[in-house]
């Protein structure tokens, strides 16, 4: 199968190499309007060929678009104009302003609405890595507004990067994304910059990181040119879940400045019970 | 060299294995009023004997108490006591108070205060590990007030752990901490509460949770008998990086509620400037 990646950055350079090592795809075309991500693809031997977006579609059975959440609505629609008979996934962490925007495209059966949870803080298709997406969750949304043979292509590309498959509406997605992955990373950024303001002296930063601190701040490394996007799309949900984040974080200091060991003790218990959560 | 370890929990019992493994110390006591705790770490090889804080103390050449910070305040004045002409050192996470309450001891100077900046989420013996301090800081505070042979014998016990040694008083010592360290610990408990509370189909917690979710929310696993002490301890500097830090996270809500996109952007970026100060 001949599959073009539109974006050749962690997410579409990561697929492009295991769906290739995999036997998935034989041949990868790359479409980017970055020249220097274009080059770097090529010359990394993420994808065979650099094409235009024209050329990409028509020489391909499948297109990926793994672009920020942003360039993905305005660029959705005209690749699924040159996308009749092919199958079109996208990558984005938000799915419902997505999904509505190609809503009544002629050529909306063609897509079928992904997101595979997986990333790490670094961005480009230097940073692609093999290995990114196994064992991970693939999410596909609104599949009944898709053609039964793109979902089971899509799906089969997901199992190919070794991923969960598991189905939800658009806009439960966002409220799930919102809750379970938007909200780390806005944590992790203002945890940054809380550092970064109280803590002048940078070398202490260094000196007492320890790996707790490491692994709390490490989303804080992730691009604006990502999550600007996400945010946005996703505002009523990020809001939602900021304002309970806030609430929490603001009992706890109630709570310290009152000397209130129990409750504080009760807080910490209940949060323990993530590390049940997360093993089942 | 006969080293008695006063707590026999992750940070004690890690001790305990390179100090010997390394050839630092010979023969390692444990004491500890916790009987599983004790009889773990007896039959998991840790220490070579369980002894009482007495017999350990006297039999010993140097004394480590690794006990949560507010049993460190009401044992460490019983163990000078007991400590003439010994070496004690501690190794909790606030140490203003700790100094405070052995400041006029008649045996201060046996004592060396110190903080080596190292853990994981996971406590009790049976969570210790070889290798747990390697490369990461150890903080020796109030030297001045400890004997000079003292500081030299607590130096070298870091150094074979491969830490890199700081000075610090404790007043800037508990400073640093909270900004770097304490932080770090609430933001992940209020984020796991956030997430417990907000995503009640727990399935989905899981599902969804992706490399992200895990480091940022990581910390939240750990105990309470640590936690709220450290928090009692260093209330004052605590609640003022707490301030910040909801402050921060509030502006992000402002910002994102009226779609300030270039404005978050702005944050992001700031934000990403950790990465530059943690590779220094």
Redesign the interface.
Known sequence: MVITVIGLGLIGGSAAIDLRKRGFANTILGVDSDKINANGALSIGLVDEICTLEDGISKSDMIIVAVPADAAVTLLPKVLDLAEGKVVTDVCSTKGRICEIIKYHKNRRCYVASHP?????FSGPWAAMSGLFDG??A?LCDTEESDIKAVAKVKRMYETLNM?I?YMNSTNHDV??A???H?????????????????RN???????????????????????DM???I??QN?EN?????????E???K??TL??E?E?EK??D?????????A??K?
């Open positions: 949870m997986a990333g790490t803080e991970k969750s999410i969960r598991i799930h994304a809750y379970i992955s909200i780390s990373h806005i944590s992790s950024f203002a945890l940054a910059l809380t550092v970064l303001e109280k803590e940078e070398k202490h930063i260094f000196d007492l990181a320890s790996g707790g601190f490491d692994s709390t701040v490490r989303l804080a490394k992730s691009s604006p999550w600007v996007p945010f946005h505002k990020v809001v939602t879940v900021l304002d309970t984040y806030i929490k974080l603001q706890f200091r310290i400045k000397d060991g504080i003790r807080m910490i218990k209940e949060s323990n019970r993530i590390k959560v997360l089942h």
